[in-house]
Nanobody, 116 residues
Framework: QVQLVESGGGLVQPGGSLRLSCAAS????????MDWYRQAPGKERELVAT???????NYADSVKGRFTISRDNANIMVYLQMTNLKPEDTAVYSC??????????WGQGTQVTVSS
């Protein structure tokens, strides 16, 4: 089992930056990849960014060039650095771990609001 806790959300003006953090605990050796998802009110959940065990990254087209996913060497912390934020980035952002067993874990989510 893997437990995930996000932090770092908040209110930011358009053009601003935020860094989200996801702390993993438990069987972290079983994590194959970590993702950040987001869900805005009335919209489908969207995969924002992924980082694999090998360090490869992938991004949604809507955030390429603005968001960066990274992790620490112990694979305990995963970060999402968000820059040049837009109102359409407003959503609940959730951390997601894909495990070797085929199961997965979710964090509780953190609200990001981009507004002037």
């Amino acid at each position: 089992q893997v437990q995930l806790v996000e932090s770092g959300g908040g209110l930011v003006q358009p053009g601003g930056s935020l860094r989200l953090s996801c702390a993993a605990s438990g069987s972290i050796f079983s994590i194959n990849a970590m993702d950040w998802y987001r869900q805005a009110p009335g919209k489908e959940r969207e995969l924002v960014a992924t980082i694999t065990r090998g360090g490869s990254t992938n991004y949604a087209d809507s955030v390429k060039g603005r968001f960066t996913i990274s992790r620490d060497n112990a694979n305990i912390m995963v970060y999402l650095q968000m820059t040049n934020l837009k109102p359409e980035d407003t959503a609940v952002y959730s951390c997601h771990a894909r495990l070797q067993s085929g199961f997965y874990s979710w964090g509780q989510g953190t609200q990001v609001t981009v507004s002037s």
